[in-house]
Structure formats: C-alpha cells, structure tokens
C-alpha cells in the first residue's frame, strides 16, 4: 500500500467513524430548513389555505415562482398550447402537494450547496440531476401504471432518494486526503448514504414511506407481501435512470428485479418510458 492510498485509507476510517457515531447518536449537525422554504411548508399545512394566500407567500420568493411556472409548463403537465405566466393560475394546475415537493426540492439545493470551486461540486451537481430524474420518473410510472398511489409522494421519495449523498459530500470536503481519492468516495457513499438519508428525512418531518424509499432504494433483493409501494417505484426509477434504448443488457436485468414485477410495468413499455416519454421526463427534470 503506498503512502497517499494509506493515508487516503486513514482519513476515510476516521470520516467513517465520525459517520456512525452521528447515525448512532442521531446528532447529525444539520443545516436548518431555508427560512423562506419554511414559510412556504407552513403556509401549505394549512389545510384551509387558498391559492391566493399561497401565491402571497411564494411571491417573495423569485426563483420559487419561476421554478413552479417552469413546472407548469413541463410537457408533462402542459395542457393545451397556452402557457401559464400567472402564479396563480400554476398553482391550480399543479396542486398544493405539487407545489409542496417543489420548494423541498429548492430547499435541498439551497441547504446542500458548496462553493463552484469545491472539489465535490461537480458530483454534487450531478447528485442533483440526478434526484431531479428519478422524481420526475416516479411520478410518471405512479400515474401510469400505479394509480392508486400518490404521485406527489412518489415524485417526493424520487427528489429526496440520494439526500444522503448530499449530507455525505458537503462534509467531505474536509477530508482532502478522500476526494482525492475517488474509489474511496464512491464506497463511502454507496455504504451510507441510505441510512443517512433515512435519519435526515425522518428529521424533517416527511412521512415513514418516504424515509424507507430513501433507506432501501439500492436494496434491488427487496421483497414484501403485498402490491407495489413507493419504494418499489424508486428503486425502479433509480435503475431506469441509469438506461437508455439500446442498453438490453441492463433492461434485462431490471425486468427480472422483484420491485418491478410488483410495478405492472411491463417488458415492452420499458421502451416506450425510455423513447417516447423522455420529453416529458426531461422537462420535468429540468424544471425541478
């Protein structure tokens, strides 16, 4: 072993340590929810609000008024040819849940950020395209193949599935002797950020079937009695994400997973979600 993979190896079991010691403790030091995305989330557990109090509140905020016009107007979510340019009007078509899992969204990228010269942005930002992904494709095979599902929930569970990673990277950036050292991030993040995620999403208040997609995502064994649930669909948006048309091999191998023999989905539409749905996806993705 040569002294930089041995002192890589140091740092990474002292990172690792500190890592169990906070998800042991539940101590994890996290940032607090943005001021302005919890006067939304407030705003929104009102039952009784009305959609002109709530653009009120979003008013404020600029880059959330954009993002959910830009949501709106998805091809996903477009009806008709006209485009929404009034908040209001986007707010009715996209529904106070809809809105909801768009400011988290906004929150996640305002709480996890790093600086552009940080040698984690560019997987940082790549973790984010990510998660902008696999929502947008939760959503869409909830609507399609389990309706009786939430949309909203799934699109959510998809958005914060990797929030771990996030937590993961901010904070390795104090341990240069890691990122220099990439086999040694991806192993760290592949073995934690499940759990992690779990403990931050359970800390926020979102539901139990959200924090167990973000915990068992990457478990592609998983089984359980009875239909579909939401982690089923992430853990197939997750493994869809990753494909394209012509890579059969890895087609095969979601097909025969048993999260999405419990979807309903079937071989064939496999290439019509990767062909003829991508301009929905990629539209929502990006709005996201």
Request: aromatic residues 6%; charged residues 25%.
């Amino acid at each position: 072993m040569d002294a930089a993979h041995n002192t890589a190896h140091n740092a990474g079991f002292e990172f690792i340590k500190k890592l169990g010691e906070e998800l042991s403790n539940k101590s994890f030091d996290l940032p607090p929810f943005p001021e302005n995305m919890m006067r939304v989330r407030e705003a929104l557990n009102d039952p009784d609000i009305s959609i002109n109090s709530v653009a009120q509140v979003i008013h404020s905020d600029p880059l959330l008024t954009i993002r959910l016009l830009r949501m709106a107007n998805s091809a996903m979510l477009r009806r008709g040819p006209v485009e929404i340019i009034d908040l209001k009007m986007a707010i009715s078509r996209l529904g106070m849940e809809m809105v909801r899992n768009t400011s988290i969204s906004m929150a996640m990228d305002q709480t996890f950020k790093v600086p552009k010269d940080s040698p984690v942005y560019d997987t940082i930002e790549e973790t984010r395209i990510h998660c902008s992904h696999v929502g947008a494709l939760s959503y869409l095979l909830t609507k399609r193949y389990q309706p009786r599902l939430s949309t909203d929930e799934a699109m959510l569970a998809g958005l914060v599935h990797d929030i771990g990673k996030f937590y993961i990277l901010t904070r390795i950036g104090d341990y240069p002797e890691i990122v220099a050292d990439p086999v040694a991030i991806n192993g760290i993040l592949l073995d934690w950020h499940p759990g992690i995620g779990r403990m931050i999403i359970e800390t926020w208040g979102f539901s139990d079937a959200i924090a167990e997609a973000a915990d068992e995502h990457e478990c592609l064994d998983r089984e359980h009695f009875g239909g579909a649930d939401i982690t089923d669909i992430v853990i197939v948006a997750n493994q869809l994400s990753h494909l394209d048309s012509d890579d059969s091999e890895g087609q095969q191998a979601l097909v025969q997973l048993p999260s999405f023999s419990k979807t309903g989905i079937s071989p064939d539409d496999l290439m019509v979600i990767l062909e003829e749905s991508d301009e929905e996806i990629a539209s929502m993705a990006t709005a996201l």
